[in-house]
């Protein structure tokens, strides 16, 4: 393994948690708003449970009013909509995250739709993907927002025409990954599972992010030498060398591998992970700031 620089995702939310929960202050102390986070919990699935009990934790860390609504698996998407429309309404709640996947029977895109496009922090909102590609102020996608933050920290905030690769287009990572570095003035590709020649394609980027879902999938070799190596990946793979029936969590990424070559490459986990629930705080004040006529901080 070479020395590239580990990039450290946990200390750098732990950061901008900091710089959040001083905007919130000020918010409170000379504008008398308190910024509210409400998540929609629908059903029992065990890893959103997690997730929106540390949502939660967090949101209250930082000196916010988090709300949790939890529905049965059974809610009508009737209902759903339903309460979406009340907290749209609510002058209270200043950013609303329903938890996916939803249960099969809710039509995941109806019920994004139905949010109104400034309380959506979690930036699915077509209104705010349009807001995003066309340049305007929008709430912007947490994970990807998180990355882009990383690397600008890390470039200094010049990432102006570096070739950058992002390996997966979805809606969640991807895309908006994409939009947010093309917004950077970065020459940005978008690889996926009909790209040609992958290994080649990634090997002339200078910053690669990588959101697949396949572990460690890219190898070392596929790392141009001296590039940035950004690994939203979170896979749990059998892992007997801790006793049988354990697990570990790998990327997407072979890190030992790509370090041979990176510059600096965020690790899995305490990478990319844990900006996603900061930025979603970060989303949640500046949403609080929009809804209320206030210039948003730049956090
Ligand atoms: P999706 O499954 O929605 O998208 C995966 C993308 O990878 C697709 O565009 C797919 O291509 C592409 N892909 C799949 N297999 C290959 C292959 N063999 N070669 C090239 N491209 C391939 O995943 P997400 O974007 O939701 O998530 C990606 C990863 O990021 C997952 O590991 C997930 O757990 C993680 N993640 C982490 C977060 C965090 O907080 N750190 C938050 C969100 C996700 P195609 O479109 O052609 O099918």
Redesign the pocket.
């Known amino acids: 393994m070479s020395d590239a620089k580990i990039i450290d995702g946990k200390a750098f939310a732990a950061k901008l948690r900091e710089r959040v929960a001083g905007e919130v202050a000020r918010l409170v102390s000379d504008h008398g708003i308190k910024p509210n986070l409400t998540v929609i919990l629908v059903g029992e699935d065990p890893a959103s449970q997690v997730y929106v009990r540390n949502k939660g934790t967090q949101t209250e860390e930082a000196g916010m009013t988090s709300v949790t609504h939890k529905l049965d698996a059974s809610t009508p998407e009737a209902a759903l909509l339903e309460l979406i429309e009340s907290l749209n309404d609510d002058p209270a709640c200043h950013g609303i995250l329903v938890q996916l996947p939803l249960p099969d029977h809710i039509d995941e895109s109806k019920v994004l739709a139905a949010i109104d496009p400034d309380k959506d922090v979690d930036g699915f909102h077509v209104i705010n993907v349009g807001r995003l590609w066309t340049g305007q102020s929008a709430l912007v996608p947490c ?1 990807p927002y998180g990355c882009l933050m990383m690397l600008k920290e890390h470039f200094g905030g010049k990432l102006s025409g570096k070739r950058a690769l992002v ?4 809606n ?3 895309k908006p990954m994409a939009a947010l570095l093309l917004a950077e003035s970065c020459t940005v590709s978008i ?5 040609e020649d ?1 290994p080649e394609r990634c090997r002339e980027a200078d910053i690669l992010v990588a ?4 572990p460690e ?1 890219v190898r070392g070799d596929w790392v141009k030498p001296g590039a940035v190596v950004i690994d ?4 749990r793979v059998p892992a007997p060398e801790k006793g049988e029936g354990k697990t570990r969590l790998v990327g ?1 990424v072979n890190f030992a591998e790509a370090a041979g070559n990176a510059s600096a490459i965020t690790p899995v986990p305490g990478g ?2 844990p900006m ?1 629930i900061a930025c979603l705080l970060r989303n949640t004040v500046v949403a609080a700031c929009m809804q209320n006529g206030i210039d948003a901080p730049d956090i």
Request: hydrophobic share 40%.
């Open positions: 994970t390996l997966g287009r979805s969640i990572v991807g690889a996926h599972s009909r790209t992958l959101a697949v879902g396949r999938m939203v990946g979170i896979n997407d990319v992970g996603t």
